[in-house]
């Protein structure tokens, strides 16, 4: 799926495995987040989080930081963790992710 943060295109997409041991990954020069498909509903949650946040970073310029200090850290989630958060809940929501039982 594709989605839109800052004026650049990022494409989501579950897989089923990756080549080594982690559950998302972040792709920078060609705009992918990918989670691994086999996590819990909570899992998958969690981790589109962490990579959207990482996308977040890239698309508003945050990645030439050289030194994260807790005040660039909570400037940064204030500004951003709230969109990151309901954009997360709402691709859950659109791919009709549900916990298995």
């Not at 909570?42 to 030194?67: C, N, P, V, W």
Request: with cysteine.
């Amino acid at each position: 799926m594709k989605i839109a943060i800052n004026n650049f295109t990022w494409n989501v997409s579950f897989v089923k495995s990756f080549d080594k041991e982690k559950f998302g990954t972040t792709r920078y020069l060609t705009q992918e987040i990918q989670v691994l498909d086999s996590l819990s509903k909570e899992e998958k949650l969690r981790t589109l989080i962490h990579e959207l946040t990482h996308a977040f970073m890239s698309s508003y310029g945050f990645g030439q930081i050289d030194e994260w200090t807790t005040e660039v850290v909570c400037d940064f989630m204030s500004t951003y963790a709230d969109s990151i958060v309901r954009l997360a809940d709402s691709i859950i929501k659109e791919l009709g992710i549900k916990e298995e039982k």
